[in-house]
């Protein structure tokens, strides 16, 4: 069974910064392409950046490059997000996310394709 625990999400001023953390089983940390998305309140999910197991390549959401960053603790079976330079429009419920895919599907599947999902963390930017 595939379980997925976030955690990190709070609250910050315009131009501070956040950490998530996803907790992962060994087995799925390894083996599955794992990333980040976020859901704004009236908006559609989005994809913020996946990572593919074993080469750990990247892909990120366009707008959000040079911001926000993914990165993994392999000891921990734990994959982060690093949110640096947050805007108020970062403001959503952050959500982990993962899914038995090929590494061209793990950079094109849109959140819809994923079938395991965290219980999701809030994160609120001020101005």
């Known amino acids: 069974q595939v379980q997925l625990v976030e955690s990190g999400g709070g609250s910050v001023q315009a131009g501070g910064s956040l950490r998530l953390s996803c907790a992962a089983s060994?087995?799925?940390?390894?083996?599955?392409?794992m990333g980040w998305f976020r859901q704004a309140p009236g908006k559609e999910r989005e994809k913020v950046t996946t990572?593919?197991?074993?080469?750990?390549?990247?892909y990120y959401a366009e707008s959000l490059k040079g911001r926000f960053t993914i990165s993994r603790d392999n000891a921990m079976n734990t994959l982060y997000l690093q949110m640096n330079s947050l805007k108020p429009e970062d403001t959503a419920m952050y959500y982990c996310?993962?899914?038995?895919?090929?590494?061209?599907?793990?950079?094109?599947?849109?959140?819809?394709?994923?079938?395991?999902w965290g219980q999701g963390t809030q994160v609120t930017v001020s101005s």
């Open positions: 996310a993962a899914d038995r895919f090929t590494s061209g599907r793990c950079y094109t599947a849109p959140p819809g394709d994923f079938n395991y």
């Open positions: 990572i593919y197991p074993g080469t750990w390549r990247t």
């Open positions: 060994r087995s799925t940390y390894s083996t599955y392409c």
